[in-house]
């Protein structure tokens, strides 16, 4: 237990822990500065009685795809590296999170342009898996290691808001903003008994919540939801605040397992797991039902032309003329439009821009796009993930396309459909890593979503991530990881 | 009286209607009409409305033109179509740009109500069905006026469709023979305008200036149901009377708020439609109708001298009076259209399909708009006719000149005159001064209370006509007097002592013998010289009928 802590001390630990962690390179822009500020306000509230709620005073921390005033985005790309003022305003849901008083410790890392799934792809490097460093897994390896080198042995940490789960469980915030597209959030919150929540959704491009526990990940989502006046994809009905209560009776849930989820490539461990899962549920007495979604193996293809498209599309705007990167030819305004691009973009970006321009072509358009857009259209339990975080090296083997559409097929079709999700951590895998499960929601029913798994958390008891080595004196201070345990002065 | 005064007031630079001669068809011949005519506009003489067809030689095909008219008309709002940035002709470049409309990351488009209201009121004036679930697309291409690199419209399915735009034409010599042409309104569609790019070919710099970037547009289709410059022409003309009457646009070809592409072709008539080529960005109804009539005689000459018409986009050249093929951007562009993802669906409603307990803030009700449509210029004009009597081609005057109709209203007002009198004066005096000193009518230094005091002065025959027209002379050169006081002063003001005038009647007489025998020996017209020589006497004060009676009885006495 923290104990009493102000929200100073509080800022100071996690920013101690930010820089023990700096070789994580969870962070891009660590905003020391901006967060002691926030907190030297924060700390006046509570004196004064006044707390703003439950997230006044609580680390926060961003993914570097996100708008912040003041602070550098940077998207991972040299596109916008350097250009504080492409920014000038905080994305609606960082707005959100600051007027509650959460103090914003900085910017994750990312794939370029929050392209990928491994979170390796951007200029700042890859993030590295805090459970690379953790006690059950440096156990197992000795166990099974052929003694080679640790540290050249890292795990990946999924993508692309890795640097928002790494900094999550590596206790330097309580709650991070990733992005979800296809999987984006969940997927390394699977990669790390992280939750990875992304809400209800409407546009297949959406904020994703990365917490320790289902709890906080309601608090957020409650402050998050609603409707934003400068988002007119969001719905406009009114959103009651969100409370999670504790299920004690699961025996009305239906509970649909997916049969077109087990693939071939799908780790024997996870299906296992998943398997556990269903079981615990039939045994609380819930109804479980296999169920049929035979779209799922065009999702991931669809999911790939209508991502590419809507990629080849929102970076049409980086062309050096108003903002960010701009090269130093001047030939003619056309060349300066292809230097600046190639300049400023990764191959994954520049790979993705133009098969999403050659979907839009005339004569492609009703090919792919439309028949993509056709397929788009219910408690389901499925993998989040093939299997748990693998080795840099071994990821590296295969090229970002491929990797992406293998590690999003449990998770982009969600984003097709426009359904909440969340992905809860299960168990610890032979190699002392996390393996996730995901629930699907209905539409609109996020509460229930978050009840069960809540529910599901509970049952499953995930143990802690143990970073002594890596923490040495702090981490017992974060040992009652759940935000509404933190008691603030 | 009507004719002349007519064309008077169809100056080159306003399209009042247009005068189709030879129906539709067109002949061999050089492109004509662009050249000779080239000082149209400043010419202050009477002018024929511009007739666009050779006369038929005899034993040669004809050809058939077909005319189709895109047109954008920038909406009368305060803000812009997707932001909150100001809408403000003329402004400091670059002073009324939002992060959106500068296109920097992770802003997003909010739908100006307004904009909707005025596509929807454009829409219902235009007979349109209006669509209840409208779409929003992405058109791309790379351009540096072009922040986002792709422009807002409505692709697939746009906010109106189906509707007609009625315009009157002259068929024949005579003003009142005018009919009314339809051509049909195929789409209308909500996007937005892009920025403005200045070429700097000296220092080889462009400038950007995107105070523009983002304002709301309506994109008209009209279908091909025009064949000449002068229909096209008038048809647009119409269409911005529309526009200003709804208030949806200010509709200033000149501002830019109105931009008309052409799309033309010929053809042998009962044969298919020719290929067609695109004019763009004509700025004004006489380039346009130049412009159209240019091309159709460029592509006859060209199909009778064994050419083909390429499928082109080209400009008007309005200083050498001809069309020119446009450079071509790297070949065909593909705008690779796509859903834009940031919209919803707009959904319009009924007072039938209106959701209960909406917010009328969030919902648009098509009924209630077309409640609050004001009156058309079509029905204006009829109202013009049988309230005041007035010929169809005065009320199209009237509503053609900026500001002439209120100003004819205000002096109806307030004056006991006859209608026909004040349309007369407004007309013949008031907007002859007008073209004479090139003036709009708002700033004429005449107002319609002056105007109506004086025409009061002449209903109550307390001045006569030509001294009424050296009032107006007065009233026109020195501002800040009254009619009143210009009577006075002057003395304009009838001889109302029946003695004065019996005096000046007499002496008049008396000392014009010769005119007298002149007339004693049967020539008719020496009495109205002895009515000059009384006026002149009087000051020009005095009635003619009234002088002649007096000289009639002293002469037969």
Redesign the interface.
Known sequence: DLGQITPTELCQRCLSLIKKTKFLNAYITVSEEVALKQAEESEKRYKKGHSLGDLDGIPIAVKDNFSTSGIETTCASNMLKGKVLCTPYNATVVQKLLDQGALLMGKTNLDEFAMGSGSTDGIFGPVKNPWSYSKQYREKRKQNSHSENEDSNWLITGGSSGGSAAAVSAFTCFAALGSDTGGSTRNPAAHFSRHGLIPLVNSMDVPGILTRCVDDAATVLGVLAGHDPKDSTTIQDPVKPFTLPSLTDVSKLCIGIPKEYLTPELSSEVQSLWSKAANLFESEGAKVTEVSLPHTSYSIVCYHVLCTSEVASNMARFDGLEYGHRCDSDVSTEAMYAATRREGFNDVVRGRILSGNFFLLKENYENYFVKAQKVRRDVLLTPTTLSEAVPYTEFIKEDNRTRSAQDDIFTQAVNMAGLPAVSVPVALSSQGLPIGLQFIGRAFCDQQLLIVAKWFEKQVQFPVIQLQELMDDCSSVFENEKLASVSLK | MAAPMLRWCCPGRRFAFARVGCGSCHRRGPPTGSTSNGKRGQSSVAQQPHITAQKPRKGEPEWAAVVGLEIHAQIASNSKLFSGSQVCFAAPPNSLVS?FD?????T????NRRCVEAAVMTGLALDCHINRKSLFD?K?Y?Y?DL????QITQQRLPIAVNGSLAYSVYVGRKPSQMVTRTVRVKQIQLEQDSGKSLHDDLRSQ?L?D?NRAGIGLLELVLEPDMSCGEEAATAVRELQLILQALGTSQANMAEGQLRVDANISVHRPGEPLGIRTEVKNLNSARFLAKAIDYEIQRQINELENGGEILNETRSFDFKLGCTVPMRDKEGKQ??????E????PLLLYDSGSLPSGADPQ?VINIDQLRERLPELPRVTRQRLVQQYGMLPEHSCVLLNEVGLLEFFQNVIKETRAEPKKVTSWVLNTFLGFLKQQNLAVSESPVTPSALAELLDLLDRKAISAPAAKQVFEELWSNEGKTPAQIVAEKKLELLQDPEALEQLCRSTLEAHPDVVMDLKRGNPRAINKLIGLVRKATLGRADPTAIKEVLERQLSS
Do not use: C, E
């Open positions: 992060f500068a296109s920097l990351p992770g997003l488009p909010v739908l992405r791309h790379f540096a922040p986002a690199g792709y462009t950007i995107l593909d705008y690779r259209f796509m859903p993802p940031n919209l919803p969030q």
